[in-house]
């Protein structure tokens, strides 16, 4: 089988960070990291996995960073290098380990990619995983999967940018029968938005500000309105569709972010501008009392922490692995709380507690949740190259969300 997979090499990796920002076709070239190689089928691992025959596999914003290179190194202990991209996914059964219950061959179903404990065969689980907190996990190189915190990452399972991929049936939720295949691929993105909107959900009486409104940002207003969050919701989207997006979600007011966006947020909140010695203008006695950054560049983040409240909080959903032009002093100014965010959990939502991909499963199910008007572009996967050039210029081809359709 064909299958997209990050080959790392000291030579490919400065080959490619060097001459890649001048000529963005080398990160997918035949000198770069990412290759399209022909691999052996993958076998379940024990009697107590499953093989998945891909139907879709999503194109993250993490997947496009990592083909640009813009991942910390510091992270590759996480992984077994060489992988095969792709953590979003959605397919059908087609190998079902004899020690499995309750799932059978033909059953249409999506992985949580997370790998934690419970998928390890280990006699002691980690005081995380033990809480639910299964993002936290603290074994993701021991056990029967081998090194490698989620699918997409791990070599032993491969990952859905490619026609098979294994799971563990900790991992794996089956589609309910009026789900349509377009919803089921968009669970995972809008779990990993839905997880820090639960884990730092405003009150009623408080103001979030979402900045950036790609899918991730489009999701964290559509989870927030999901998550029962009434209070007023302000977005910062660049280009109009994005905008229409957010309002049909639940944005009450979507803000240019070409235009001043700092006098609309201190208008807004109560805050006065003032502008510093040097630098950006810095807004006082106003902002949002929890902001939820999703573009993750080193502007937006900078921003981030100066349209915040005092005593506010600031999600970093978007993926930002190494900064330099943040001027952090803003923490400390006004007391900030910064958290990361990875994958989803077992949440709290709405007096419950659930794995996320059962909760959002379940909203689909319901007619409550339809995110199929995010899914706006497939590729076959032999396109990939087209598809990623498309993806480094997702405006201008008004792409939300787009992935590998296997065609089945």
């Known amino acids: 089988m064909k299958a997209v997979v990050f080959l790392f090499s000291i030579p490919r990796y400065a080959f490619t960070q060097v001459l890649g920002p001048l000529f963005p076709s080398l990160y997918y070239g035949p000198l770069s990291c990412v290759q399209l190689q022909e691999l052996p ?12 025959r891909t139907r879709y596999a999503g194109i993250c914003g993490s997947d496009v960073g990592l083909v640009r290179l813009h991942d910390s190194p510091s992270s590759s202990p996480y992984t077994s290098l060489p992988f095969v991209f792709g953590h979003e996914n959605m397919g059908i059964l087609a190998e079902v380990g004899s020690a499995v219950e309750g799932l059978s061959v033909g059953q249409r179903v999506i992985a949580d990619p997370l790998l934690p404990c419970p998928t390890r065969d280990l006699a002691q689980w980690c005081e995380h995983c033990q809480k639910g907190h299964f993002p936290r996990c603290e074994n993701v190189r021991q056990g029967t999967p081998g090194i490698g915190f989620q699918l997409g990452n791990n070599w032993q399972v491969g990952g859905s940018w490619s026609p098979y991929y294994l799971a563990h049936p900790f991992q794996v939720f089956p589609v309910p029968d009026n789900v349509s295949d377009e919803n089921a691929i968009l669970v995972d993105p809008f779990a990993s938005a839905l997880h820090p909107v639960l884990s730092h959900l405003p009150s009623d009486d408080q103001t979030a500000l979402v900045i950036g409104m790609g899918m991730m940002g489009v999701g964290t207003v559509a989870a927030l309105r999901m998550s029962g969050f009434k209070g007023r919701l302000l ?15 639940g944005a009450d007011e979507v803000i240019d972010s070409q235009g001043d966006v700092y006098a609309a947020i201190a208008q807004r909140t109560g805050g006065t501008l003032h502008k510093p010695v040097m630098g950006k203008r810095v807004m006082m006695g106003g902002g949002a009392h929890v902001v939820y950054e999703c573009v993750g560049n080193d502007g937006t983040l900078d921003d981030a922490l100066r349209l915040a409240r005092p005593g506010g909080r600031v999600m970093l959903i978007g993926l930002s692995a190494v900064t330099s032009k943040v001027d952090w002093s803003f923490v400390w100014l ?8 990875l994958c989803s959990s077992t949440e709290e939502c709405l007096g419950g507690r659930r794995r996320a991909y059962e909760l959002i499963l379940d909203w689909m199910a ?8 995010l899914l706006t572009h497939r590729f076959r996967l032999e396109d990939y190259k087209r598809a990623l050039a498309m993806s480094f210029h997702k405006s201008e081809h008004k792409m939300v969300k787009a992935v590998f359709d296997f065609g089945h």
């Open 41 to 52: 089928e993958p076998r379940p691992l024990t009697d107590h996995w499953v093989k998945v």
């Open 334 to 341: 006004k007391e900030l709380t910064v958290a990361g965010t």
């Open 235 to 249: 977005g910062v989207a660049r280009y109009p569709f994005q905008a229409e997006l957010a309002r049909h979600y």
């Open 366 to 373: 319901r007619g409550e949740l339809d995110l199929s008007p």
